[in-house]
């Protein structure tokens, strides 16, 4: 099957380019059809994979980049449809792209049998939502780094109110996509606890993946805090978010990587 | 803020003390009864604390001392540098080798400063949900006063979301934390059609259970490549009460009997397939259903923050 998924992922990717060609035409309706027939393609490859393999494809790093690919699209629309940022569709392409990238040209993945700890149907929910999660803290992150590039040029500029209302908007979005990624988190967290439960025994024990779960969930927590009572401090509050989004990063892949997660932990993802 | 952050550094620093007078927090001195007072003292002593200082806002001059330190704990100026005090010293936790019988940094749920700085921010999420408590009352029986009835959607996309997260949290948190010691954990080796009753727990310590089981029959199945497809064990168990059952433990799979559940967890490797035994896991967790309250709790609480988003004061 992914063999095909050149066609696929090539289909994909012109569709949300168009999307994003109209969204910047501000031909909103045109951008959401398109970006939705993309998504329709991109799932058609999704679930050929999961019909030839017999169970959904979640267990390798390429697989889960797939699901990334997917949601970045997404989150897109959700914002697009409630803000109508113009640019939003060119960066979920552009991010997915670099992920699909990843999978046609470093493809250490592939089907990979399912062991009997997998075997569960916490395994879906839990990874999709996670997925989803991080695609939704990704543009966040995304949207703090163009708040603080804008906020250093309004300083600079002293470009009076309606900067200075665009930004506070910006914030607002920023906000919001940290509570909806932020509750997504804690999902797949909790399904992960659920899990483990019936599993290995336990809810909570504290591997590695665990810990820097945990980590991640509360880093984003202090932002959400500190944005509810520091509200005018938007820059601290953004570098905070770039943290959090680091200790994402060590979360779902740095992990692998670290000596004091190395052989230790069950959660690293097999790249056979 | 810098409060926050300089009474964070106290609780550290004494917890450093704590570890070089006694050494690292003896868990298993938590067991049954110890965990229940101790969680009791704890819930008492926030809802006394907050029920004696809360409710005068206002007349921020005339609060004593204990009064202004209470309102401060419940505040985000103690809540934000105690949160990253937390993260600082998970981080560390994620960073370094855990190991049991570790010291310090490398055995960090039992490592003073890591644990001090938790309960302080239980705390702290205690003291706020007491405040917001407080507030909810007030409000409820002012609009009584006011008019009979009233409008309630800050009830419902405020208060709400804001209890089933925070309450959810401390409930989950304190309950893991101080149920944790009470959790039994042993493993059970059945060989094929013997009667088995002992187990050993993690301290390598036989102990007799109130449940026999016989293996009937150990299945594993295989992938062409060799690898495990399915292990499980067809086993028969019989209680002390009197149950009989006749049933399958896959992995993923466990089977819940008189407060136990018993798992899949090993066999013979080296044999494989043909392995003459298989190992069971039994774990008994008494404060389970508290631990999963919260977790539901805090379930719907994110679910809540998806569907509202960031809802501003009104």
Known sequence: ?272 | MKRGFIVGLAVIIAGLLLELASGPVVWTAMRWPANIVALGVFVALITGLGLLALPSVGDKNGMGAVNKAVRWLGSYQAAVPTMVYAVGLTTIMGLTRQVNDGRWINDMLTFWPFVLIYILMMLIVGLAIMKHTIMISNRLKRGYEANGHQDRSWLLRREIPFMLNHLGLFIALCCGTAGNPDIQRMKMICETDRAEWRATDEHYEEKGLPIVITLNRFIMEEYDDGSPKRVASEIQIVTKSGKKVETTVDVNKPYEIDGFKIYQYGYDQKAGKDSEYSILEIVRDPWLWAVYTGIVMMLAGAVSMIILGKTTKE
């Not at chain 1, 998504?39 to 017999?54: A, D, P, S």
């Not at chain 1, 708040?147 to 914030?171: C, E, F, M, P």
């Not at chain 1, 779960?213 to 509810?228: D, F, K, S």
């Not at chain 1, 680091?246 to 692998?256: F, P």
């Open chain 1, 1 to 272: 099957m992914w063999e095909y998924f050149i066609y696929f992922a090539v289909a994909s990717v012109l569709l949300w380019t168009g999307g994003a060609i109209e969204a910047w035409r501000c031909k909103r309706i045109f951008a959401m059809w398109m970006t939705t027939a993309g998504l329709m393609v991109f799932f058609g490859f999704i679930l050929g994979l999961w019909i030839t393999m017999e169970h959904p494809p979640l267990r390798t790093m390429g697989e889960t980049r797939l699901w990334y690919s997917f949601f970045l699209p997404v989150a897109g629309m959700i914002v697009y449809s409630r803000w109508h940022y113009k640019w939003i569709f060119s960066f979920s392409t552009l991010l997915a792209l670099v992920f699909i990238c990843i999978n046609v040209f470093k493809p250490e993945i592939h089907s990979k049998t399912l062991m009997p700890a997998l075997q569960s149907p916490w395994f879906a929910p839990h990874v999709i939502v996670y997925m989803f999660a991080y695609a939704m803290l990704g543009a966040a992150t995304i949207m703090a780094i163009v708040l603080l590039v804008q906020q250093h040029k309004l300083y600079r500029k002293r470009i009076a109110d309606d900067g200075q209302q665009s930004l506070v908007k910006a914030v607002e979005v920023t906000d919001n996509l940290v509570y909806v990624g932020w509750g997504f988190l804690t999902i797949g967290m909790l399904f992960g606890a659920l899990w483990a439960k019936e599993v290995w025994g336990h809810y909570w024990s504290w591997d590695p993946k665990e810990t820097w779960a945990a980590i991640t969930w509360l880093a984003y927590l202090v932002y959400v805090h500190y944005r509810i009572a520091w509200s005018k401090q938007v820059k601290t509050a953004m570098v905070i978010l770039l943290i959090s989004f680091c200790m994402l990063q060590i979360c779902w892949w740095g992990i692998n990587y670290l000596p004091s997660a190395k052989d230790s932990s069950v959660h690293t993802y097999s790249s056979k």
